[in-house]
């Protein structure tokens, strides 16, 4: 009976800390707007979207509480303009000049490590019995092209690392192709894998059936568009159908020091509409 319990203890608490965990694993966050071409003068509606997969609805999982850390919005002079939050995954955004406004939302950073008993919050001078630790960074960015002006969409934000379209959103049809630029802390990140996908393409977990884990993972079909950015840190993908798209990339480079962390994780997103 003592063996049992035990065996049934080291399980929930492993279940536990990788229930925990997950929302700095396999998780993204995205922005939704109402409207990616409005008129100036107009008011969008944002929402937030927050999971692994890209539903046709644009939404998979409930933003968990304390999400997102911030929200901000550029305005086409790539001055600062207040966002109104109208709940946790929502929020408007007065558009009264024409031009590009670009969005960005951001969830803390933090640590989480993994250790004999699972995964844990902290870095490794922290949790005492870490094997391998993980400094997790997620965000998301977006595009409002109101009116006929576009100059500036392809203006970076500060994202530590972000996806910059180079390719004018607004003139973006079915068999297009979009064209990027990935900067991380200002300069070319070369080598960064890329997907993206439209809204539906993943689908969502039948009734009964368990979200896919980062500890056993099925073998992933191929996105819709994939691409490596170039040494200039530029990537081109073919859109092959109108509707919402995302393009996300994951990346994890080594942390400056092991004796406090071993790799960055950098879970990113960029969400536009073909037309």
């Known amino acids: 009976?003592?063996?049992?319990?035990?065996?049934?203890?080291?399980?929930?608490?492993s279940v536990f800390s990788l229930l925990l965990c997950s929302s700095a694993g396999a998780h993204k966050i995205w922005l939704n707007p109402a409207d990616h071409f409005p008129e100036p003068g107009s008011t969008v509606e944002i929402g937030i979207g927050w999971g692994h997969k890209y539903?046709?609805?644009?939404?998979?999982?409930?933003?968990?509480?304390?999400?997102?850390?911030?929200?901000?919005?550029?305005?086409?002079?790539?001055?600062?303009?207040?966002?109104?939050?109208?709940?946790?995954?929502?929020?408007?955004?007065?558009?009264?000049?024409?031009?590009?406004?670009?969005?960005?939302?951001?969830?803390?950073?933090?640590?989480?490590?993994?250790?004999?008993?699972?995964r844990k919050w902290g870095n490794k001078t922290e949790i005492a019995d870490a094997v391998k630790c993980t400094n997790y960074h997620l965000g998301g960015k977006t595009v409002l092209m109101v009116g006929k002006g576009a100059e500036g969409f392809d203006r970076p934000v500060g994202q530590d690392l972000e996806i910059i379209p180079l390719t004018n959103p607004d003139q973006l049809k079915k068999g297009n192709t979009l064209k990027v630029r990935v900067l991380l802390n200002g300069n070319p990140a070369a080598f960064i894998p890329l997907k993206a996908a439209y809204a539906g393409f993943e689908k969502a977990e039948k009734e009964g059936e368990a979200a896919p884990s980062t500890m056993n993972k099925k073998e992933e079909k191929p996105f819709p568009a994939e691409a490596i950015t170039d040494a200039q840190g530029e990537a081109e993908l073919r859109l092959d159908r109108p509707g919402y798209w995302m393009v996300s990339l994951s990346h994890k480079p080594p942390y400056p020091d092991a004796a406090i962390c071993d790799q960055y994780m950098y879970n990113m997103t960029f969400t536009f509409q073909v037309r």
């Open 55 to 118: 539903l046709e609805d644009r939404t998979h999982e409930e933003l968990k509480k304390g999400m997102p850390e911030k929200i901000q919005a550029l305005d086409p002079d790539g001055k600062t303009v207040e966002l109104t939050k109208l709940a946790d995954d929502r929020y408007s955004l007065e558009v009264p000049k024409p031009g590009p406004y670009l969005i960005s939302v951001k969830n803390k950073s933090g640590f989480f490590s993994t250790t004999p008993e699972g």
């Open 1 to 13: 009976m003592n063996l049992f319990r035990c065996i049934l203890s080291c399980a929930l608490i």
